[in-house]
């Protein structure tokens, strides 16, 4: 009788929680070209940061800083984006030229008034952000470099912002079109470039001046005006199989209709990303009070991690497509099944790549020049990072499940409204109200990432973001007759 109860559960477990060889064979098929394209991207990064890193640690934390100003601005584009790329898709799906080019003008307006605002933010306020991060303990010296180094920085990366949004806007479409390949290929192409730049203009080699900080400036700008060169010259000067371009700077007239409901769809996804940007780069400001040696040690720690983590972000696109599909299909048990699975599939990968990160984190600082407290410092950090891999696992996958359901404003309480009202508060508490070390303090911050876990499975278990967003009713609603704007 135990026996065959013991059987039973263990069924039941399989069939919720294992696929079969096709089900892997299909996450592969997905994630696989993301991982490759990702781990390489994260090579790289690695390999600037190092670069960098053999200047000294002023100069590592200076970047790090200004970095974390653009990652705010690069998820707002993202954030922007994500309203009009489902329509994009729809559009595209139907054979509606046209209205993918509307899409694509909204786009471009929205990119616009975000890159205005951006710089405008950076030239008028950028030194006192930055001072935000240098207000801990550590040498008045070496934090007068830091603010020098990222103010530097910072400055010559705003010539690059143009050209990532506009790589943004026409990678975005190309991928809502199927086209994966070309802007693969370009983002290939500016990583390879930045590389090789980054050795000339950092260290003055090959007959270039060594410029530290600004020659890796310089070449992160470059390498961006290469990709989206490549994107642009090569759809423009294929109309036949890009059909979206033509005639696409003809007017800037945007549907009002059209307008009104990509605003009314992609709005809490923009102010999502934004929001929960703000967060990630609040958080580390709250932690950059306890010293300068913090800030160097939470950049090696992110470096590494995302290296790590290119399966965890990855199979998030699997979940989107997969799930997706299902629900399109209106297959919703199906759809549920290929949630949980990919949800424990990526824990049990998490669980093997974060035991990895865990032996490896005594030894990946050494290849840094920098102190053996920030040495140390980063390792408690990655070890921290690994133990809360699989944690961060099941949240990423939940984000991702949820949404493809089209729950948006759910995914905004899930991860920015829940940043702000949990994680910023209990790490601003801890940071500035107990006597904690940083290597104590971190990892129980951390804790607040199993809350939100634990919420994530609750909202899948509980199954209402299973919904068909492109039935017939939906989807006449998404593209109703609308009249040119004024």
């Not at 991982?35 to 000294?56: E, P």
């Not at 990366?157 to 390949?181: D, H, K, N």
């Amino acid at each position: 009788m135990k026996q065959r109860a013991s059987s039973s559960a263990f069924n039941k477990f399989r069939n919720t929680f294992i696929g079969d060889r096709e089900f892997y064979i299909t996450v592969f098929a997905l994630v696989l070209p993301l991982i490759v394209q990702n781990a390489i991207s994260n090579f790289v990064n690695l390999l600037d940061n190092l670069m960098i890193g053999r200047l000294g640690t002023p100069q590592m934390s200076g970047i790090a800083i200004a970095n974390q100003l653009i990652f705010v601005f690069n998820l707002a584009i993202f954030g922007v984006l994500s309203g009009p790329g489902i329509f994009g898709a729809q559009f595209f799906g139907a054979g509606d030229n046209e209205g993918l080019r509307h899409t694509v003008r909204f786009k471009l307006w929205t990119v616009a008034i975000t890159l205005v605002v951006s710089i405008a933010v950076f030239l008028t306020c950028g030194d006192q952000l930055i001072a935000l991060y240098l207000t801990g303990e550590g040498d008045a010296i070496e934090r007068a470099a830091t603010l020098e180094y990222s103010r530097s920085y910072l400055h010559i990366m705003l010539w690059g912002l143009l050209p990532f949004a506009l790589s943004q806007v026409y990678g975005g479409t190309l991928r809502e079109m199927g086209e994966t390949m070309l802007p693969m290929k370009a983002s290939m192409a500016g990583i390879i470039t930045n590389l090789f730049l980054n050795y000339m203009l950092i260290y003055g080699k090959l007959g270039f001046p060594a410029l530290g900080v600004d020659g890796a400036a310089i070449a992160t700008v470059i390498s961006r005006f290469v990709e989206v060169a490549i994107i642009i010259v090569y759809t423009h000067r294929h109309l036949e199989r890009f059909q979206f371009v033509e005639d696409l700077y003809r007017t800037v007239k945007i549907p009002k209709g059209l307008a009104f409901n990509i605003i009314k769809k992609g709005m809490p996804l923009f102010i999502n990303e934004l929001l929960w940007s703000l967060g990630m780069t609040t958080l580390m400001q709250i932690f950059s009070t306890r010293g300068l040696n913090v800030v160097a040690a939470l950049n090696i720690t992110s470096t590494i991690t995302n290296l790590f983590n290119v399966v965890v972000f990855s199979m998030g696109t699997a979940v989107a497509v997969m799930v997706g599909q299902a629900l399109g299909a209106n297959d919703i048990p199906r759809a549920k099944q290929t949630a949980w699975r990919l949800i424990f599939f990526n824990v049990c990968v998490c669980i093997v790549v974060g035991s990895l990160l865990a032996v490896l984190s005594p030894v990946i600082p050494y290849i840094y020049n920098t102190t053996d407290d920030v040495r140390r410092l980063a390792t408690r950090f990655m070890q921290t990072s690994a133990m809360y891999m699989a944690v961060n696992a099941v949240s990423h996958c939940a984000y991702f499940t949820i949404r493809s359901g089209g729950k948006t404003f759910l995914t905004f309480l899930f991860d920015s409204v829940y940043t702000w009202t949990v994680l910023v508060p209990f790490t601003y508490v801890l940071t500035h109200f107990t006597r904690l070390t940083i290597s104590v303090l971190y990892p129980i911050c951390c804790l607040a990432d199993v809350i939100k876990c634990i919420i994530g499975i609750i909202v899948v278990k509980d199954g209402r973001w299973a919904q068909n967003m492109v039935s017939d009713a939906v989807y006449d609603r998404c593209i109703e007759p609308y009249v040119d704007a004024v």
